[in-house]
């Protein structure tokens, strides 16, 4: 493999990353949100939350990736590959986050939130300064575990035409005629990357049992 | 002619491309639970060779995007004289890849068994496979449905991977009838109704199971 191959898969390393990162970054809030809606059980809203956090746990990244880069442009949405891929895996990885923060908020002991209420605590308050703080230690392992689970999902946007750290290897392969190296490579990169997320989960596991309420 | 009578009309399409999305996920899902119920065991085997082995292959499945691997048997292969079809090539991978999963869950549980149990079966004459398959692999299964369930969904949705690899699965078969017809909405629409189907029948599926391990005092791992 050639210099040139090697930049055309950092730049595909790049691709990868920075999609990943703008869906984490959008789907961790926007997970936060739909589950406040869920476990208040604001009515009507709740039940879609459920509805999408379903159907977004079944529906595979190809399919919900080529549904909205050929469907949204039908209902006069112009979406380019990129954004339509940043939008699928932020609607992906937004569902799973929903249930992570979910469950975060059902661990939490009843007991410190009567003794917040009892010193005169309003529910907001209570939650700002006690709750949000201790869930989101908790959440936080899950919530990189699901980064890992997004970054190994990604390649997906490949078949609406990006050109991520996965589909750079057959670009490269049809220069060189040789796919085994750069598929290696690229590898290699995945594992980089992911092994820096599990190490950094299993560190947050062990701050998150210390703190445990 | 509407678009949902043209999908109507395109129904054979849909429905086979659906039965391979089936089939692979059948076969791969048995392979994978089958392999990996076997693996349980020499994953805490005691020489160190058999363990590392078997540990470096769990964990670098576990860190590799599906489509990498795939991508390593169908195109890497060929490199060694090994030349796989696409459907064999992704069958092979969904079940070696997901293998790993399955190992890694069941092992995980096993630790979480108290070990005088196996001592006490081991008293009573129960040794080897017949030990895992007459006393830990039940209640594995029963203590770690819901997180198997998981896996099971995500052996379905990374079926939909290998048509990027040109098998023609039920999102290949949904994405040629949008290009074939210019009809965006309706196929998409269908393909996710049917995964959507699955993965409920699964999440039921583990339902029963779990409450089988609760009837019987497991299922809180």
Redesign the interface.
């Known amino acids: 493999m050639t210099a040139g191959g090697f930049q055309m898969l950092l730049d595909g390393a790049w691709t990868t990353i920075w999609i990943s990162l703008i869906a984490i970054v959008c789907g961790v809030p926007i997970g936060f949100g739909l589950s406040l809606i869920r476990v208040s059980r604001v009515p009507v809203l709740s039940q879609i939350v459920v509805l999408y956090v379903?159907?977004g746990?079944?529906?595979?990244?190809?399919?919900?990736a080529?549904?909205l880069f050929?469907?949204l442009?039908?209902f006069g949405i112009n979406i380019d590959k990129y954004t339509a891929g940043v939008v699928a895996l932020t609607l992906n990885t937004a569902s799973f986050n929903t249930e992570v923060w979910r469950s975060a908020y059902l661990a939490f002991p009843q007991s410190q939130i009567e003794a917040a209420r009892a010193t005169g605590m309003t529910r907001a308050l209570y939650f700002r300064r006690i709750m949000f703080p201790q869930m989101w230690f908790a959440a936080l392992p899950s919530l990189v575990n699901e980064m890992?689970l997004l970054?190994?999902?990604?390649?997906?946007i490949?078949?609406i035409g990006v050109v991520d750290l996965?589909r750079v290897?057959?670009r490269i392969?049809a220069q060189t005629y040789?796919?085994?190296p750069p598929?290696?490579i690229?590898?290699v990169m995945?594992?980089l990357f992911?092994?820096v997320l599990?190490r950094l989960q299993r560190h947050l596991e062990k701050r998150a049992e210390r703190y445990a309420p | 002619m509407t678009d949902w009578e043209i999908v109507l009309k395109e129904w054979p399409r849909l429905a086979s491309g659906f039965g391979t999305t089936l089939l692979l996920f059948g076969i791969s899902a048995v392979g994978a639970f089958l392999l990996g119920a076997l693996m349980v065991g020499p994953l805490r085997s005691r020489s160190k060779i058999v363990r590392i082995a078997l540990r470096s292959y769990v964990d670098g499945m576990r860190m590799l995007p599906f489509l990498i691997f795939v991508y390593l048997l169908f195109y890497g292969l060929p490199t060694f004289g090994v030349k796989l079809d696409a459907w064999t090539a992704g069958l092979l991978g969904l079940t070696v890849y997901h293998c790993a999963y399955v190992a890694e869950i069941l092992r995980g549980a096993w630790d979480q068994l108290p070990v005088g149990q196996t001592e006490s079966a081991q008293a009573h004459g129960y040794h080897g496979l017949r030990l895992i398959r007459r006393i830990v692999l039940p209640q594995l299964i029963l203590n770690t449905a819901p997180v198997l369930g998981n896996q099971l969904i995500y052996i379905l949705k990374d079926t939909s991977f290998l048509m990027i690899i040109t098998v023609q699965d039920l999102t290949y078969a949904a994405s040629s009838i949008q290009s074939m017809y210019f009809v965006p909405l309706e196929p998409f629409l269908i393909a996710m109704a049917l995964y959507w189907a699955i993965s409920l029948l699964i999440e039921g599926f583990v339902r029963v199971v779990h409450g089988t391990a609760k009837e019987r005092g497991l299922g809180h791992a």
Not at chain 1, 57 to 64: E, K, S
Not at chain 1, 151 to 156: D, E, M, T
């Open positions: 379903s159907l746990r079944a529906t595979p990244l190809v399919t919900l080529l549904f050929v469907t442009p039908v890992t970054i190994k999902a990604s390649p997906a490949a078949v996965t290897t057959n392969a040789e796919p085994l598929i290696l690229a590898g995945y594992i992911i092994g599990v």
